[in-house]
C-alpha cells in the first residue's frame, strides 16, 4: 500500500538484512492515509515467526479485507493513495531496471 516493497534498504544486502530481522514500518509520508486496519493486516501478514503469521485464510477474513469485499464501505482516498503510491514504485522500478541494462548506476531519488 505504500507503493514499494515492505523491506527497505540501499543496496541488496541491507534489505536481506532487514528481511532476515523482519524489520519495517509505516513512514508517515506514504502511509498517512493508510488506515490503522490496513496497517494490522500488513503487519500480520509479515509477522517474523511463521506460527505468528497470518494465513490466507486469516488474511480473507480479516477485518480490513471484509470491509471492502461486502461494498458497505469504501475508504477511497486510503485506496487512490495505495495505487498511487503502486504507480510511482512501478515508474521508479522500471527506470532503475533500464539503468542496469544500459550498465550505469541508478539513484532512485534522482
Not at 507503493?3 to 519495517?24: C, Q, T
Amino acid at each position: 500500500m505504500g507503493g514499494y516493497p515492505p523491506f527497505n534498504g540501499n543496496n541488496d544486502a541491507e534489505i536481506m538484512r532487514s528481511v532476515e530481522l523482519g524489520k519495517f514500518d509505516f513512514p508517515v509520508e506514504d502511509f498517512g492515509k493508510v488506515s490503522a486496519k490496513a496497517q494490522d493486516l500488513i503487519t500480520n501478514m509479515l509477522a517474523y515467526k511463521p506460527e505468528s503469521r497470518f494465513s490466507i485464510e486469516n488474511s480473507l477474513n480479516h477485518s480490513w479485507i471484509k470491509e471492502y469485499s461486502t461494498g458497505n464501505k469504501a475508504n477511497i482516498p486510503e485506496l487512490q493513495n495505495a495505487l498511487q503510491n503502486m504507480k510511482k514504485f512501478r515508474v521508479n522500478f522500471n527506470k532503475k531496471d533500464k539503468a542496469k541494462a544500459a550498465g550505469s548506476s541508478f539513484n532512485i531519488d534522482s
